[in-house]
């Protein structure tokens, strides 16, 4: 069973930054370095959708309301993945969850993020 663990979200005030995490466990672990990963998130009422990818060499991609405030970065030898959120704006507030970057693992819990003065 393959676990990913998100966290590092709260509360955070306009232009403010969080540090995403999230962790890999169980049978991916020998497997990890192979996949290519994603963040993705939820706001309220929207579907789901994927805002950073990383590839399993390195190579990012972003989408453009993200671009120049989100880096995403991983850790093979930890099994993890990052994101790093700078200039967070009210509409970034949503749950966020990583995943591969086709989504074919059990999604995590997620980890909520509220930008709010």
């Known amino acids: 069973q393959v676990q990913l663990v998100e966290s590092g979200g709260g509360l955070v005030q306009p232009g403010g930054s969080l540090r995403l995490s999230c962790q890999a466990s169980?049978?991916?672990?020998?497997?990890?370095?192979?996949?290519?990963m994603g963040w993705y998130r939820q706001a309220p009422g929207k579907q789901r959708e994927l805002v950073a990818g990383?590839?399993?060499?390195?190579?990012?991609s972003y989408v453009d309301f993200v671009k120049g405030r989100f880096t995403i970065s991983r850790d093979n030898a930890k099994r993890s993945v990052y994101l790093q959120m700078n200039s967070l704006k009210p509409e970034d507030k949503a749950v966020y969850y990583c995943?591969?970057?086709?989504?074919?693992?059990?999604w995590g819990q997620g980890t909520q993020v509220t930008v709010s003065s």
């Open positions: 169980g049978r991916i672990f020998s497997f990890f370095t192979i996949y290519n």
């Open positions: 995943n591969t970057d086709n989504a074919g693992l059990n």
């Open positions: 990383i590839t399993n060499g390195g190579g990012t």
